[in-house]
């Protein structure tokens, strides 16, 4: 759904991908201190209940996400480490989100249920994207589901921007709980979805 908005904010951050260009910084440097600042702003943030400065914080650093695939796409660097590195660091930086978030609820937030959520959209997010790759290097595809990885992030970050701002914690409550069932469910999409791919395949080999 927010794929869309790629191509926009790709254009608004290109004079900042070509300026590090400039400055012979490599695509791998910004995915990796991408993900370092998403981490320190989720960990330091989150759990001391500095829900608002810790949103701003780790959104400066989620738009690493684009200009780093931009820096490569203009300098043809593109390589299958590249597209490695980004997806690994990608599960850690959105763990590092869910985490902080579940270390709030266990502290400030006082609550067990929204730490334990915290932790279920942890799991599940990561679950989700280790689905599809697990998929397709087994030569299936399982690109299907309510809960992208873009989705899950922006969701999150802009409702815990907006209970920091409003001083409601129901917000990320509300949103825990969505992510929470979406990303289960599009595990079991794509756990259906592989299967018949799978099952179409025996049958073609009889």
Known sequence: ML????????????PVAHLLIKLHVSADAVTLV???????????????GHRLGGTIFI?????????????SRLTG???????????????IGDGAIFGGLALYFAGPGDSRLYTWLAVVCLV????????RARAEGLGFQAKVGIAERSDRLVSILVMTGFAGIFDVDWLIYLTLWALAVASTITVGQRIWVVRQQALAESRAAV
């Not at 959104?59 to 820096?71: A, Y």
């Not at 660097?77 to 599960?91: E, Y």
């Open 124 to 131: 599940m997010g990561s679950v989700t994207s280790y689905a």
């Open 59 to 71: 959104t400066c650093f989620v738009f690493s996400d684009l200009i780093d695939g931009h820096m």
């Open 77 to 91: 660097t593109t390589s299958k480490f590249g597209a490695f590195l980004d997806s690994t660091l990608d599960r």
């Open 3 to 14: 794929e869309r908005f790629r191509a926009f904010w790709t254009k608004v951050l290109s």
């Open 34 to 48: 991408g993900t370092v600042g998403v981490c320190v702003g989720a960990l330091a943030f989150y759990p001391q």
